[in-house]
């Protein structure tokens, strides 16, 4: 199966510093002849490598503003968190306004489509009798964590539409009811705060169609920030509660009335669905879990900091309603199929196979110093036992392996030195006796042998 991934490598920009190996929560990258090598299958674009590269070496790949052109009228979809990165300097009108001057014929705001979203899984979680708790399903980096690491629990992702995908249902709608154009000519941009949510534009969910573009927005955020004092006037169609998505907790705000979780940081993720594969948090009812610290506002394309981001969020939508009443009719189902597991760890195919690979993979771990230096250009002594049984890398590829051969090695070379053939051989000087008998012999002081003795001898 291919993957489409946002987060590529600049490959020179990378000087192999193994930064990236040890923070990649699905230990998708090594470093392999001084440069770093992502894993397609296990990557999840979650832009922890983006955020943790001294060397600016990782990037997202996304849409321009050239792919406007492609269509006849355009329409920005602007994430819940793409307002925090200007609140302060305008209101949010005149933020909104200032995407209409980059070539967009007009905003639907995501919040809007998530407030419908927060109102159907209410709904859900009314009628839901299954095993608990379920998980959201807003974060594609948190989705494709669990599709990789965590594949037993894709069962419990709540299987309804994302904002993003809805917004660019109702905004194509309202676009085409606006102009008399067709739908193929109406062009929907959503402007996202991650890599993730990129590759999630790219790879929309079964059965719905998703934006036809994705824009980072740290490649806009510089002409949006020039064009605030000048920008018109666009009206807000959303709440705040629609708003609160963009950061941690804000989606369970909208929802409300339930024993609701939310969990930000892709480590602290990773944490929270172990406990929950363990058989914990079964008296929650739903988990917000956001991969980037704060939620989105935190994403590894926004530029503000994120507490700021989330302050300033909020001080922007405080004059907002809570939530609209007269909400958009959603234009379909909003039921999704089941997300499936992706096979990205299994060691083969073949299960007797594979089971006699993790024998290998366990003997090889064991003959590891266990340091996990990332030396060797995996994660951890595991990742590089792992590469090792699959034919990726060699133990000698670990420095401390390869310091103790080169020992054993020299320790041979020496003894084989003092080891020389016997036509080579030194003749020895003589036996102790004849030592002895030499040295008896040089204290002799009276006449040699065959001389006769002198006067009274």
């Known amino acids: 199966m291919g993957y489409f991934h946002s987060v590529r490598l600049e490959e020179d920009k990378c000087k192999g510093c193994t930064n990236c190996i040890k923070h990649c929560p699905t230990e998708a990258i090594r470093v392999r002849e001084g440069k770093a090598r992502i894993i397609q299958e296990r990557c999840i674009d979650c832009g922890e490598c983006i955020r943790i590269c001294p060397n600016h070496a990782k990037i997202a790949v996304g849409d321009g503003l050239e792919a406007l052109d492609a269509y006849r009228y355009r329409v920005a979809l602007p994430a819940p968190a793409f307002v925090s990165q200007f609140a302060g300097r305008a209101d949010l009108e005149h933020i909104l306004g200032a995407l209409l001057t980059l070539g967009f014929d007009a905003v639907y705001e995501v919040a809007l489509a998530a407030e419908v979203v927060a109102r159907e899984t209410r709904r859900y979680l009314d009628n839901y009798r299954g095993k608990k708790p379920l998980i959201s399903p807003a974060c594609p980096a948190v989705v494709g ?9 894709v069962e419990q992702i709540l299987p309804l539409v994302t904002p993003m995908d809805l917004a660019a249902r109702l905004a194509r709608r309202e676009g085409v009811r606006a102009t008399g154009l067709p739908p193929e000519a109406i062009g929907t941009f959503f402007l996202s705060p991650c890599p993730a949510k990129i590759t999630a534009g790219r790879q929309p969910q079964e059965g719905m169609a998703g934006p036809d573009g994705v824009i980072p927005l740290a490649a806009i955020y510089g002409d949006i920030r020039q064009r605030l004092a000048t920008a018109p006037s666009c009206p807000s169609r959303a709440g705040a509660s629609g708003y609160g998505w963009g950061h941690s907790g804000g989606e369970n705000a909208s929802i409300g009335g339930r024993r609701l979780l939310e969990v930000d940081g892709i480590h602290h993720v990773i944490e929270v669905l172990t406990q929950i594969e363990t058989g914990d948090f079964e008296d929650i009812d739903y988990i917000e879990a956001q991969a980037c610290p704060g939620g989105c506002v935190g994403g590894a394309l926004m530029v503000r900091n994120p507490y700021l981001a989330r302050l300033e969020l909020r001080q922007l939508t405080r004059e907002l309603p809570a939530g609209r009443v007269d909400l958009p009719d959603p234009g379909g189902s909003l039921a999704m199929a089941p997300v499936q597991p992706r096979p990205a760890l299994l ?11 993790m024998r290998r993979l366990e003997a ?6 266990g340091l996990d230096c990332g030396s060797c250009g995996s994660p951890n002594c595991r990742a590089l036992a792992e590469d090792i049984v699959r034919g990726e890398a060699q133990d000698t590829d670990c420095v401390f392996v390869l310091r103790d051969r080169v020992r054993v090695l020299a320790e041979e070379v020496v003894e084989l030195a003092r080891k020389l053939p016997p036509s080579m051989a030194q003749p020895e000087r003589g036996s102790d006796n004849e030592t002895a008998g030499n040295s008896g012999a040089s204290e002799f002081t009276g006449p040699g042998r065959g001389e006769s003795p002198g006067p009274g001898g």
Do not use: M
């Open 145 to 153: 964590l669990i599709q990789v690491r965590f594949p037993s629990l």
């Open 347 to 357: 060691l083969d195919a073949d299960l007797a196979t594979a089971l006699e690979k």
């Open 364 to 369: 090889t771990q064991a003959l590891l110093p």
